[in-house]
């Protein structure tokens, strides 16, 4: 088959025809209709630090998409061939302390498809049946390879209660904006995006953001207290991971507020604990994955609602053999979601 | 100045000349622009064994309204002469258990103006400072008397996690109608309204609940299981007081899911325990006025940015004179609510 | 092997040998070391309504043990021959809604190993490896067979807040008496134990609750405002099931309080929703089995502390072949948690 | 009257003779019975970079003590001449967002009596009737002037659920110390108190923490790991204000785990947001004072029920005219919680 192979530990990927992943006992595979490219697909794309510790070669990257399944181990029961799928893609250990209470999101034993194991840049993936999502055929299509990060906003959205509140979002990529979208489903009263791309300002307005601000040029601070009564905000969703973003969180959180954390940092960041966090009584939580299947359902029930309307974000569908040229457009920001035919675009 | 007043205890209410009320030091004296009806008032006029019990007349009823600021205590220090004002009717001791530990909506010792003391179906009512709430400007007029049953729906509503939930609401009187508006703003997915009269049920409609289901004619337990995968609902707002719409209740809720109480009952109500509840490991919750003042800050937010199109509620708009006619006009569920002008409609 | 047998649709059971349980590749044999006796069992023996209805003949009981690894199926890994164990006997089915937003406890498709499958009062146990609970060495031995009653309790008493307020559990049998202890454990001030048979008053005692109450001779609303200031008790653990300990539940309930609901009812019980539930804005809660495996993992934190005394409710330790006595003795209330020796008390 | 003063924007303070604070008609005047010792009054005392910018001679500090009512305001009801009482010395507004949505304890205004305003190390203490806690004849009046801390460590621990959890402490100063039984009390598991200082180390040894560390000599994130089957603790309750144990806190909680910041820092502290906080998927919160008045209640429950033995904590007991000395005891660790009579001690 077709797949995107980082062969090397090194920049860089290549087009390569692989070998159909062989699925055991309780294993699915899945004949991959569209995937989608994450940011973290461009860290191993451009062997970054963190994909320099992180990443084994030879990869197939890739953890967002849908598909249908092509075949199915001995024991699975609940899925059959041809059946529309996606997948959550950290495959939690299923015993440890986290998964058995709830909170397999956070498992100390996660293994990412896509990232520690062939993921699904290829026209096949294996997933063990326990992740497979049967998709919903009342939800949009088009949505159905972007589950994994629309799950990460919807997340960090619903970590909190977030009726009647005011929202900041720090960073608009594109887990950024589809936040905005949520946000907005849920209640959220005035919603501000904080973005120094034009590029990612320009889609925050089309997702509808009350304020799309930009701090290179703007008083971020001075606006948002100006518009909550000098309060700041009930809630800041942190997605950019840059030490500016975050240094932002902390200046326009009302007190009691809370800080949703995603964005991944790559240096460590100072805080002045008793004034940003003690004497304003805030809220500071670390988001990671999606919570195993609360968030799926929540998801579901919210596209099959209408509730979302995530269009703007899609910016780019290519072929998987033009994968190097949506690296390039990603970097400079043009793009923001791109889809990914592995046989072509349909 | 004139009032509707219920002179002694017998059906009905007169207008009549009486005096304007006199402040004490923390009150306000406010001038009233618009009050509206709200059940209880029938029962008052209609002196039900309910009223029989509570009410001591004479006593000017109301307790929902908005008006300006007419004169203000010498101790009083957040609202001034000609202020936009409406106010939160259940006057809280403040030094109970229950309103020292923020849950002073149910307070042991709470007088409700407009029920133990003189109301605002007058030109003036008295209220003490510390239950006037300040009109935003950017919060529609039409809705400014309405606050008190709109706050009923959102601590319903509110009262546990919604979004992304499917809802049913038994009985669309007034309350049960704001709370599709509310519940929609807040993203639940799916909502149901369960109504027996069809005055109502078309209102229901027009505030676009996506089922509406008369209980006389329709299978409304196999038409909420069919429409949630077999599941029932993850809310249930009771609102309607009803044995029948009661039963409704626990026969459509899921296992895990909430019922929310609001619906006043005359006559006990038996339920299988080990059924209804423990093997479905529901909960149950009696919801009483509004939290003090968070529901308020809620509803405030809710309006000012345009999450709630109420308009289909507001059937009448009458002068206060007509008092006698809007009791039937509700009576027969023609009307639902009812504005209220002392001086005339404007 | 030898076993307590249910052989046909009538009252008794019978000791019997029977084929040990033939074990799949995920099942673990466990060698029955002690089996512990539930009410449940009590009513499978007299072949009440609800055993009829529920229990198809012929059938081992028995929910509550502990013992050794036997065997194990060729696909399990987390356990092994010799191991101590006991196990959450309620199967859930893994993939309902329920299940998958961890909520197993309340599965739509539960079994109950005991109830629905052949349980633990034989020599042998089948029980599968996702149900296992391997044993802190650290947990006291005595205690090993009694965890998933423990765990009923644990669940009730954990299912709000507890610390610092004023608990009332209605019926002292075996899981209300652990009730007292947990309740104890986790912060609970004052303890009010509402039981109407003499022997289980004194194992009340025994357990210090602070308040031992005789529902029959004492006035027991009236003691507990005595002791509340007159408000009624934070929480009340409802575990009698009996219609007259459901009254006093909502009589001694706080305003804002909570009811944890466990004990089953056999018939419908009326309610005034307005005066129990609705004015005094309480919550009501159904609670059936133990959270998976939150519950476990509490449980087995505060045996491991020594936080726990449960000696006074193991009043009985008897030989299998004497399940008859200890049937008798149960009804008569004499005995209270009776532990059951495949091969003899040792 | 006799007080300590701080006459002057300059390191110490005097006992001087000053005039009775009038009251107002909303005043309580409280003749001071015990006043105890802070650590914030050894800042001031040494007028340090924060007591530079916060204080403002002349000023009495104090801020923790009890009394008996000498005289009350026209207005005051809820209190008479003689009562027993201690009082919260943070001055909420009562009008802002924060105080009209049960946060008063983070309100925007607050003032905070031996602070902001004159204090109780004096032979009397102006305070608000609002702020007055009347002093339950059950409570040991050994511990009526320590309230106020007893608070933060109360609102610490019950800042979220922490029954059959373990939790460490960082940092033995009072709070911490009363955070340990605290924490015991409503039924944490394993407590592990870490702290430097060897006099406070044996003070939390006395309060029968598990374990008690020092980390200049040993290996605190191991001895934490080997107790804690390798998961870490729970909860962290970071009461130090001290880079070293702030970084020891995101090194000992587990995934999942709370961090709770009461101690306050002088200088910013730097994290790894992704590894310390996104990737573990913490909850962080900023604690302040105390919840008005739920944490009051509960307090109150907490030592009416005899569950909290804080003698150790009360190593000091002087007359205020020995105030200096009092400061060098504090500042060598000597000294843990000091009482100060201000008529010598009886």
Redesign the interface.
């Known amino acids: 088959m077709l797949a995107v192979l980082k062969p090397e530990p090194k920049p860089g990927a290549e087009i390569r025809n692989v070998a159909i992943p062989k699925i055991g006992p309780t294993d699915v595979l899945v004949k991959v209709k569209v995937a989608s490219v994450c940011g973290t697909d461009l860290h191993i794309y451009n062997w970054d630090p963190w994909a320099q510790r992180r990443i084994h070669p030879p990869l197939i990257p890739g953890h967002e998409f849908c598909g249908n399944v092509a075949a199915i181990g001995s024991e699975v029961t ?1 899925v059959k061939e041809g059946d529309f799928v996606s997948a959550e893609m950290h495959v939690a250990c299923g ?1 440890c ?2 998964c ?4 397999a ?2 498992c ?1 034993f996660v293994k990412i498809i896509g990232v520690d194991t062939d993921g699904a840049f290829a026209e096949y993936v294996r997933i063990p049946e326990s992740n497979i999502w049967k998709l919903d055929p009342e939800i949009p299509q088009e949505y159905a390879s972007i589950l994994d990060p629309l799950g990460n906003a ?1 997340h960090s959205v ?1 970590a909190g ?6 929202v900041a979002i720090t960073g608009a990529g594109p887990i950024g904006l589809f936040a905005i979208a949520v946000a907005r ?3 959220a ?2 919603i501000f995006a904080i973005e120094v791309n034009e590029h990612r300002r320009k889609i925050a307005r089309a997702m509808k953001a009350a304020y799309v601000l930009d701090p290179a040029s703007e008083d971020v601070r001075t606006i948002i207290m100006d518009s909550t ?1 000098g ?1 700041g905000v009930d809630i800041v969703l942190e997605m950019a ?1 840059h030490p500016d973003a ?1 240094r932002t969180a902390f200046n326009i959180v ?3 507020g809370r800080i949703s ?2 964005g ?11 004034e940003d ?12 994955g999606r919570r ?3 968030t799926w ?3 579901q ?2 596209l ?2 209408g ?1 979302l309307d995530l269009h703007p974000v899609i910016t780019d569908r290519i072929s998987m053999k033009d994968f190097g040229k949506g690296m390039e457009r990603l970097t400079t920001g043009e793009a923001s979601k791109i889809l990914l035919y592995p046989n072509g675009v349909k």
């Open positions: 609940t015993t302390f986290q058995r209470t709830g909170e999101h956070i100390q919807v619903l209660e977030v009726a009647a509140k005011t489903a849920v209640g009263t005035t009564a309060l991971g975050i009302r007190r009691g954390l995603l991944l940092t790559s240096k460590p960041i100072a805080l002045n604990f008793s966090i003690i004497f304003k009584g805030i809220t500071i939580q670390g988001i990671n195993m299947y609360q359902y929540q998801m029930a919210l099959k609602a509730k």
